[in-house]
């Protein structure tokens, strides 16, 4: 997917009027688009009055397109939303405007100005997938969805929503997305009580409505149109509390937490610093405990991170997770303060003729644009806005408004009325909260309640050498990689690394060893042969935790009595009888095993876990969400059984 398509297609009709040469159709009412999208829209579902005194709001959208439903909902959101309240918006679009040509069309409009520069600033690029985006403050979360409308509702995971607004090209242009299919997808991520609005009143549209489980009732249309429909969510369901839940039960997200609760994130790495953060801006209040006295101490505690990406050639599960993860932590990083994020470009360079082949394949198949990722002459691949991020600086910026407590040594976990207990060694209650996020899998190893998910430590080591005269000034990789010249406590020092042994004992952390510097430096002078004699400085070394399939957990923590005995049965084949929703340990959660790309996944991981936490639709497509679930192996388990 690229903007040439809607470069092609849009036109502008008496130079002003956003139109497609495909659909023979305009975007919004010459008259008056924002009327039109106030009346038919806001109106339609009871806004901006329905807002008022809610602290989480939710609505859906059909064609995004100028992103004009949008910045009116959130300009009159934020006029009546109390200070703490959170909006989240999903909309889907198949042909996404270049972000010149939305400006241009929203232009008559400059009481919307301030909401179109936030929304431009971190508008995605047009690549098929989900694209979340982070907007004023965290008050407001954006997920995009760019494809086809009936095949991206199909691969959210399920939450309610509090509204939907029916928008796009008119059905008897657009008959595609006008179907069953989007009904029963509507259905599926609606609540009693959810809320429709539409500029058409077709018949089939308000019968197909009707059948999904709205009632519809027709309204006078605007500015001559005659009628639109506005209709409301009834539909029976056998679970009516999460009618929207459908599918492999043993991945259905859990309730989620109310935004009154208290979270305690144990493990101060990049991932529980990023859940942390996250979380806090989702409005929730959060404490960090970490065994050291500050964070970012371990693993993610080396003076440079270098942002990697995995790239696959085929478009399956995991090589979806990480091109998102990628896009997601761009975003993210650059727009963060100067100094923690350095765009310098990184240069991968394939180690033998089987990987220069795999690079050949992966240059045919990207669906990343050329700014993002091009091969030069000599076969590496160039990927200009990637680079490298000093941690220190990332977790100052993260710290900034958690509380972290740091010299607490959690051993073990309980809950009692309702309530999680974390305690020492000496069974001292260090912090009494309503949910825990584990992210230490030091922990999540030993405790009886999360010790059946398989992780494989490894060691990584790096080596500081002094800078040569000629260092490069962007990241290289191959089977090592150096990092451009940092200042060190005065002195000039060239990051290379990094060794991946395995530890014969985890709970003993690795000693820097003159091997695997040897190790670093010959692969470092691979890549920049004047590191062969390059002074040593020091270097340090730490724990990298992986799953079996190298996929991190991202999700709930499941009972896993009760999914040995209720989904036995998947033992036996197919299923001949439904079977119940996934029991979890309530308000438990693990963010780990996040391996040598912690820096590059933790943005979206994080993310991900927020949504499911607040209830909202997380960034993340359902079967990337499933790979991810910490039940994942527990139910690879009863059915390789069979």
């Known amino acids: 997917m690229s903007n040439d398509q809607s470069d092609k297609d849009l036109y502008w009709q008496e130079g002003r009027i956003p139109a ?10 010459p008259e008056n688009g924002l009327e039109e999208s106030r009346y038919v829209f806001l109106q339609g579902i009871g806004a901006p009055e329905a807002w008022r005194n809610r602290h989480r709001v939710s609505i859906g959208e059909t064609g995004f397109g100028t992103g004009l439903n949008f910045l009116l909902s959130v300009h009159e959101w934020l006029q009546v939303a109390p200070a703490d309240a959170r909006l989240f918006y999903l909309s889907v679009e198949k042909y996404p405007l270049a972000p010149e040509d939305i400006r241009k069309a929203l232009a008559p409009w400059p009481e919307l100005c301030g909401e ?28 995009l969805l760019f494809g086809d409308a009936c095949d991206m509702l199909d691969k959210v995971v399920p939450a309610p929503l509090d509204a939907w607004y029916l928008d796009g090209f008119a059905p008897r242009r657009n008959p595609d997305m006008w179907n069953e299919r989007l009904f029963a997808a ?33 309204a006078p249309g605007f500015a001559g149109k005659r009628e639109c429909l506005r209709g409301i969510f009834t539909g029976d369901s ?56 500050a964070p970012m101490q371990e693993a993610s505690g080396n003076p440079a991170a270098i942002l990697d990406p995995f790239l696959s050639v085929d478009d399956g599960r995991e090589g979806r997770f990480h091109r998102h993860a990628l896009l997601h932590a761009l975003q ?72 972290f407590r740091g010299g607490q040594q959690v051993e073990t976990l309980e809950k009692r009325a309702g309530r999680w207990h974390l305690r020492d060694e000496n069974d001292h209650t260090l912090i009494e909260t309503d949910a825990v996020i584990l992210a230490t899998p030091s922990l999540i190893r030993k405790l009886p309640l999360t010790s059946h998910l398989p992780l494989e430590a490894l060691s990584g080591q790096i080596s500081l ?69 390059a002074d040593l400085l020091g270097g340090r070394s730490a724990i990298r935790y992986f799953s079996p399939n190298h996929l991190p957990y991202a999700g709930p923590v499941p009972d896993r009595d009760f999914y040995l005995q209720e989904y036995e049965s998947l033992r036996h084949g197919p299923r001949h009888k439904p079977l119940p929703d996934a029991r979890y340990h309530g308000g438990l959660y693990v963010l780990s095993a996040l391996g040598a790309r912690g820096f590059l996944t933790s943005p979206l991981l994080a993310a991900q876990l927020t949504g499911l936490i607040c209830g909202n639709i997380p960034p993340l497509e359902q079967k990337i969400s499933h790979a991810l679930h910490p039940a994942r192996f527990l139910i690879r388990e009863l059915v390789k059984g069979r």
């Not at 497609?20 to 009412?29: A, H, K, L, V």
């Not at 959810?194 to 709205?214: C, M, S």
Request: charged share 25%.
């Open 20 to 29: 497609s040469r495909q659909f023979e159709d305009i975007y919004y009412s």
């Open 116 to 143: 179109l520069e936030e929304l431009l600033a971190a508008y995605p690029e047009p690549i098929q997938g989900f694209h979340q985006r982070s907007l004023f403050g965290g008050r407001v979360t954006l997920l």
């Open 186 to 218: 509507l259905a599926r991520l609606s609540g009693p009580g959810t809320r429709l609005a539409t500029f058409t009143a077709a018949g089939f549209v308000r019968r197909g409505l009707e059948d999904a489980g709205f009632a519809m009732e027709k």
């Open 238 to 293: 056998a679970q009516p509390e999460r009618p929207y839940l459908v599918g492999e039960p043993w991945y259905n997200p859990p309730a989620p937490l109310p935004r009154s609760g208290h979270i305690a994130v144990v493990g101060a790495g990049i991932a529980g610093m990023m859940a942390g953060w996250h979380l806090t801006r989702a409005g929730y209040r959060v404490t960090v405990l970490d065994r050291q006295e």
């Open 332 to 403: 993210f990083y650059r727009n963060l303060p100067e100094g923690i994020f350095y765009a310098c470009g990184l240069e991968r360079r394939a180690a033998s003729d089987k990987e220069q082949t795999r690079f050949n394949r992966i240059m045919e198949t990207t669906p990343l644009p050329e700014h993002l990722l091009e091969q030069k002459e000599d076969g590496s691949l160039c990927f200009p806005t990637l680079g490298y991020l000093i941690p220190e600086k990332l977790c100052a910026f993260l710290n900034r408004d958690l509380d």
């Open 465 to 533: 050498f002094r800078t040569p005269a000629a260092a490069p000034d962007h990241v290289i990789t191959e089977e090592g990689y150096v990092v451009p010249s940092l200042v060190l406590q005065g002195r000039r020092v060239t990051v290379a690394g990094a060794s991946f042994l395995p530890l014969a004992d985890p709970d003993l952390m690795p000693a820097v060893t003159e091997r695997e510097h040897d190790e670093n430096r010959a692969k470092a002078a691979a890549l920049l042969p004047q590191l062969a004699g």
